[in-house]
């Protein structure tokens, strides 16, 4: 189906060629026309005062002459100086609209050729996943489902952080604390259990640094010889030198983890094509930082610590590699994008990380630059801002953070209950019941942290998401149920059975055809900018939209046969086209509610 803009525009081309003479194949600059003004879209007159030699104004008024003669889409124009506003007639909207409607896969590019790996998640094996861990999946689940619409062959990926000083420290607070406790003994979830070593391992560091304070010794002093510290530096050094108790250890804790981050991607509706493992790319990274080292590109201090000097790129010194010899963030994923851009073949690679990471990926580019990777210019960094809470910002290590789990039960729980309030699941089995609220809750969570643009940090407020009123996800999800009711009574009353050829469009359906026919470009525009917000917007757009329309006019009720069976049909694409947005979001949307 051609692009209305290209459309008009080679229309335009045309008449311009036979008024003024043919000037290259030069495409004339379409828009949409802005809403104060009347018409559908706008051509700007303005290229063409060099071949009509004439005002603004009469170069617009002889275009549209020629173009309502020449188009029968064109019904008729307006000018506003050097700018010729088209209105297209109803037939248009209406082959268009039936068109959009025998097209299966309305909103689906073409194949681009194209492979994109996408990043996302990327948790620690020490904590539990909280609120901002959800805004990191959601974003990098939808921007993901958004570029596979666009055409793009997309490879969904999780790197598990399983290694590093964060995991020792809940491993030592768990051998010195835990006395053999598990997720059985204990009824709590793996990643749970961890996490709460994790902050027993700081509540203790913290208490050591005051003693030694205490005794006399400056903070930072106490900060590097805390014996806790050194303890979890020396297990490190061990799991590196793979000693088999720590290594062990190692292996039951993240064990535990992973079932219970497992049961956390389920319950959000996220998975991935792949995972990756800091513990398996670490020694390619370390390899090639000594290749880096005999390059020259990086150089040893004395503590026989390894660095590159970026200082001549504006940036400064960076630690590659520890004078232990143990690896530090960048040491491995200098080795896993390598890997990765060997084993898949990418064209691009996008690390959905948060917005304090900036410096890392900035370095991160231009260190695989320095080595001679040209793909590192293919490397995009998708950052966001954090996640606040009413009550302000969440700190792992105090475990004052917003667990998912809780997160994503509670919002599910608050579902049900206005659910319950309202009076809407009287009807429902128990089952349904439990699945509706499911959707809804979700659905609540998953809309209001899309909706915003990533790069803000945004302020969750859990209540107001489930608001059924306004933009949010529970309103959309109840436009397509009301949907689906009217499309169910009118199967059940044989109303939904003419064909809808003959039926002419009002002005009020025309605009829901305008809405429809900008899914496509939405979701372009959305692929390009890694911007799940822009099908958010675009959704509650078109759900508003048709809310005011079935408000306004009747359908079951419209007595002309044909314009019904349209209606319907209009109805119909709305509720598809509606579901369609709603999942590149990840956001289920129910039958009925």
């Known amino acids: 189906m051609m692009n209305i803009e290209a459309f008009i525009s080679e229309a335009a081309t045309r008449a311009a060629d036979s008024l003024y003479g043919k000037a290259g194949d030069e495409l004339l600059q379409i828009q949409k026309t802005r809403k104060e003004f009347e018409g559908d879209y706008t051509l700007v007159v303005f290229p063409l005062l060099r071949r009509s030699r004439k005002s603004p104004e009469a170069t617009a008024m002889e275009m549209g002459e020629k173009l309502a003669a020449d188009v029968p889409e064109i019904e008729s124009f307006n000018v506003i100086k050097g700018f010729l506003n088209l209105t297209l007639s109803p037939a248009f909207w209406a082959a268009r609209f039936e068109q959009m409607y025998a097209a299966g896969d309305f909103g689906q590019a073409p194949s681009t050729g194209r492979t994109i790996m996408i990043e996302y998640s990327s948790p620690n094996t020490n904590k539990p996943l909280h609120l901002g861990h959800i805004r990191n999946n959601l974003l990098g689940y939808s921007v993901a489902r958004i570029l596979e619409a666009a055409g793009n062959r997309v490879i969904k990926v999780n790197l598990v952080n399983d290694r590093g000083i964060h995991i020792c420290k809940s491993m030592l607070a768990w051998q010195l604390y835990g006395n053999g406790e598990t997720p059985e003994s204990s009824g709590m979830k793996g990643d749970h259990l961890v996490g709460k070593y994790y902050v027993e391992f700081d509540k203790h560091y913290k208490a050591q640094i005051a003693e030694l304070?205490?005794?006399?010794?400056?903070?930072?002093?106490?900060?590097?010889?805390?014996?806790?510290?050194?303890?979890?530096?020396?297990?490190?050094?061990?799991?590196?030198?793979?000693?088999?108790?720590?290594?062990?250890?190692?292996?039951?804790?993240?064990?535990?983890?992973?079932?219970?981050?497992?049961?956390?991607?389920?319950?959000?509706?996220?998975?991935?094509?792949?995972?990756?493992?800091?513990?398996?790319?670490?020694?390619?990274?370390?390899?090639?930082?000594?290749?880096?080292?005999?390059?020259?590109?990086?150089?040893?201090?004395?503590?026989?610590?390894?660095?590159?000097?970026?200082?001549?790129?504006?940036?400064?010194?960076?630690?590659?590699?520890?004078?232990?010899?143990?690896?530090?963030?960048?040491?491995?994923?200098?080795?896993?994008?390598?890997?990765?851009?060997?084993?898949?073949?990418?064209?691009?690679?996008?690390?959905?990380?948060?917005?304090?990471?900036?410096?890392?990926?900035?370095?991160?580019?231009?260190?695989?630059?320095?080595?001679?990777?040209?793909?590192?210019?293919?490397?995009?960094?998708?950052?966001?801002?954090?996640?606040?809470?009413?009550?302000?910002?969440?700190?792992?290590?105090?475990?004052?953070?917003?667990?998912?789990?809780?997160?994503?039960?509670?919002?599910?729980?608050?579902?049900?209950?206005?659910?319950?309030?309202?009076?809407?699941?009287?009807?429902?089995?128990?089952?349904?019941?439990?699945?509706?609220?499911?959707?809804?809750?979700?659905?609540?969570?998953?809309?209001?942290?899309?909706?915003?643009?990533?790069?803000?940090?945004?302020?969750?407020?859990?209540?107001?998401?489930?608001?059924?009123?306004?933009?949010?996800?529970?309103?959309?999800?109840?436009?397509?149920?009301?949907?689906?009711?009217?499309?169910?009574?009118?199967?059940?009353?044989?109303?939904?059975?003419?064909?809808?050829?003959?039926?002419?469009?009002?002005?009020?359906?025309?605009?829901?055809?305008?809405?429809?026919?900008?899914?496509?470009?939405?979701?372009?525009?959305?692929?390009?900018n890694f911007a799940p917000s822009i099908i958010g917007a675009y959704a509650y757009e078109l759900a508003k939209s048709y809310n005011g329309y079935y408000h306004d006019t009747p359908i079951l009720r419209e007595e002309n046969s044909a314009v019904r069976q349209l209606r319907l049909q209009l109805s119909e694409q709305v509720a598809a086209t509606i579901r369609q947005a709603m999942s590149l979001l990840g956001i289920e949307v129910p039958e009925r509610m």
């Open 213 to 528: 304070v205490a005794a006399g010794k400056s903070e930072e002093e106490a900060k590097k010889s805390a014996p806790i510290m050194a303890a979890a530096q020396e297990m490190l050094r061990k799991w590196e030198a793979k000693d088999p108790e720590v290594y062990a250890l190692w292996e039951r804790m993240n064990g535990w983890v992973y079932e219970g981050f497992e049961a956390t991607y389920k319950a959000m509706g996220v998975d991935f094509d792949k995972i990756y493992y800091e513990s398996q790319t670490y020694l390619l990274g370390k390899s090639i930082v000594e290749e880096g080292l005999a390059k020259g590109i990086f150089f040893r201090k004395d503590d026989n610590s390894v660095w590159i000097d970026l200082t001549a790129d504006g940036l400064d010194q960076k630690l590659l590699l520890r004078g232990d010899g143990t690896s530090v963030y960048m040491t491995q994923d200098l080795g896993t994008a390598l890997r990765r851009f060997e084993e898949n073949s990418l064209d691009d690679m996008i690390y959905v990380v948060g917005n304090e990471q900036n410096y890392h990926f900035q370095v991160l580019k231009l260190v695989l630059k320095k080595l001679g990777y040209e793909w590192s210019d293919n490397i995009f960094h998708l950052s966001y801002g954090m996640v606040e809470l009413p009550e302000g910002k969440m700190k792992s290590r105090e475990g004052t953070v917003v667990d998912a789990d809780d997160l994503i039960e509670e919002m599910i729980k608050t579902a049900r209950e206005i659910a319950e309030e309202a009076g809407k699941q009287a009807e429902y089995t128990p089952e349904e019941a439990a699945e509706t609220a499911r959707m809804v809750g979700l659905g609540a969570l998953k809309y209001f942290i899309l909706k915003v643009d990533p790069k803000k940090t945004m302020l969750f407020n859990p209540r107001e998401s489930i608001d059924f009123n306004g933009n949010t996800g529970p309103f959309i999800q109840y436009t397509h149920a009301r949907i689906r009711s009217v499309l169910r009574k009118a199967a059940e009353s044989g109303a939904g059975t003419v064909s809808a050829s003959t039926a002419t469009c009002l002005p009020a359906e025309i605009e829901l055809i305008k809405k429809l026919t900008e899914y496509p470009d939405t979701v372009a525009a959305a692929a390009a």
